[in-house]
């Protein structure tokens, strides 16, 4: 069965520091993935998307995700992270037309 | 283009009272779902329409219905308001063919059952 996991509800950074966030799935083949941002009060905005290529994503706001299939991972990563970056952070699988999300990680960035 | 609108922003309504909320997807999105959002239970899945035709359904009672319309209109009906029901309803659209491509979101309903 697919799922997604996101290990972190919590993760406090310093502004200008650097930001990994963790996402681990279960698929049995090559996932469709995606990274999402909820500010509060609002909708899911996409950070970006992968599906086979190149395991390193760009997407938009400076975020960038690996994928690494043998650790079925697919992190999230910026460089510096600013304060407008605070926020929640989903993860999500696609199969079948399915969506499934992990359960997300806050972020708070320290100024 | 214009993005996913839903409306209204907000509702309050009284426990037992039934309401509808309404979703207007991106323009050429054949494929709408409903996820409810609370801060115990996270983001959790209702249905997906497509071409007027539930694909998809989670695992909530009855009380809870959609209807998608001939222009990709979704509209998403509780009856019998519970307080439990008190969330954040967010709408998204797809192109749902198949091919992975991402949900795009709305701002949310914020309902409140009193």
């Known amino acids: 069965a697919q799922s997604v996991t996101q290990p972190d509800i919590h993760i406090t950074v310093s502004e200008g520091a650097s930001l990994e966030l963790r996402c681990n799935y279960s698929?049995?083949?090559?996932?469709?993935l995606f990274w999402y941002v909820q500010s509060p009060g609002q909708g899911l905005q996409l950070l970006l998307k992968?599906?086979?290529?190149?395991?390193l994503v760009q997407g938009i706001k400076g975020f960038e995700a690996e994928f690494k299939r043998s650790q079925s991972s697919f992190n999230l990563r910026k460089p510096s992270v600013h304060w407008s970056d605070a926020a929640e952070y989903f993860c999500a699988l696609y199969n079948f037309n399915k969506f499934y999300f992990g359960s997300g990680t806050k972020l708070n960035v320290k100024p | 283009k214009a993005g996913v609108t839903q409306t209204p922003r907000y509702l309050i309504k009284t426990r037992g009272q039934q309401v509808t909320l309404s979703c207007s997807p991106i323009s050429g999105h054949r494929s709408v779902s409903w996820y409810q959002q609370t801060p115990g239970q996270g983001l959790q899945f209702l249905f997906e329409?497509?071409?007027?035709?539930?694909?998809n359904k989670g695992n909530f009672p009855g009380r809870f219905s959609g209807r998608q319309f001939s222009n990709s209109r979704s509209e998403m009906n509780v009856s019998t308001l519970e307080l439990g029901d008190s969330a954040l309803y967010l709408c998204?659209?797809?192109?749902?063919?198949?091919?992975?491509?991402?949900?795009?979101f709305g701002n949310g309903t914020r309902l409140t059952v009193t």
């Open positions: 329409y497509f071409s007027e035709t539930q694909r």
């Open positions: 992968y599906f086979s290529g190149d395991t």
């Open positions: 998204a659209s797809s192109l749902g063919d198949g091919e992975g491509s991402p949900l795009h």
């Open positions: 698929y049995g083949a090559t996932p469709y």
